[in-house]
Antibody, heavy 120, light 106 residues
Framework: EVQLVESGGGLVQPGRSLKLSCAASGFTFSNYYMAWVRQAPKKGLEWVATISTSGSRTYYPDSVKGRFTISRDNAKSSLYLQMNSLKSEDTATYYC?????????????WGQGASVTVSS | EIVLTQSPTTMAASPGEKVTLTCRASSSVSYMHWYQQRSGASPKLWIYETSKLASGVPNRFSGSGSGTSYSLTINSMETEDAATYYCQQGSSYPYTFGAGTKLELK
């Protein structure tokens, strides 16, 4: 069974940093692109970052580019999101997701989410 | 950036009723994907590559479309189908989601 378990969320002050982790199991982690998707309270889904299988390629939307860094450790089957210079608008539940390519990229497995609150 | 516009924003359907949700893209995409999110839960992949049902999805659901216009249809609404449905394109970066359609039980 595919499992994705996020950790590392919490309350952080604006301008500070936080690092999320995602532990993967039930599949060969190194064979898959991975992503982070967030959801602000009572809002829709927003893609935050994607990383290739080896970690050599990363992709971000403009809203987080230069502040967030996605990384992975294939030996530990783990995904990370380093978030710097946090803003109040980064407050959200952050989901770790597995990507597959089937004509285009789609997220076929999701974690339970990690809550991040940015507030003074 | 490809903007996805979903309609309606909210709707209510009675058990047994046919339901159609739409998603329009600002530019042509190769496929559309759909996710279901029940209240308090994580999103689940529901339909991928426009018309393929994800594992465990009942066959009363279907997806169709091409280019800039896509839809998700429920043949006969059931209680468990009440949820928010999001469309998503993965054809080009940045990946984008629609704002969602909240489907309620009437």
């Amino acid at each position: 069974e595919v499992q994705l378990v996020e950790s590392g969320g919490g309350l952080v002050q604006p301008g500070r940093s936080l690092k999320l982790s995602c532990a993967a199991s039930g599949f060969t982690f190194s064979n898959y692109y991975m992503a982070w998707v967030r959801q602000a309270p009572k809002k829709g889904l927003e893609w935050v970052a994607t990383i290739s299988t080896s970690g050599s390629r990363t992709y971000y939307p403009d809203s987080v580019k230069g502040r967030f860094t996605i990384s992975r450790d294939n030996a530990k089957s783990s995904l990370y999101l380093q978030m710097n210079s946090l803003k109040s608008e980064d407050t959200a539940t952050y989901y770790c997701a597995r990507e597959i390519y089937d004509g285009s990229y789609v997220m076929d497995a999701w974690g339970q989410g990690a809550s991040v609150t940015v507030s003074s | 950036e490809i903007v996805l516009t979903q309609s309606p924003t909210t709707m209510a359907a009675s058990p047994g009723e046919k339901v159609t949700l739409t998603c329009r893209a600002s530019s042509s995409v190769s496929y559309m994907h759909w996710y279901q999110q029940r209240s308090g839960a994580s999103p689940k992949l529901w339909i991928y590559e426009t018309s393929k049902l994800a594992s465990g999805v009942p066959n009363r659901f279907s997806g169709s479309g091409s280019g800039t216009s896509y839809s998700l249809t429920i043949n006969s609404m059931e209680t468990e189908d009440a949820a928010t449905y999001y469309c998503q394109q993965g054809s080009s970066y940045p990946y984008t989601f629609g704002a969602g359609t909240k489907l309620e039980l009437k």
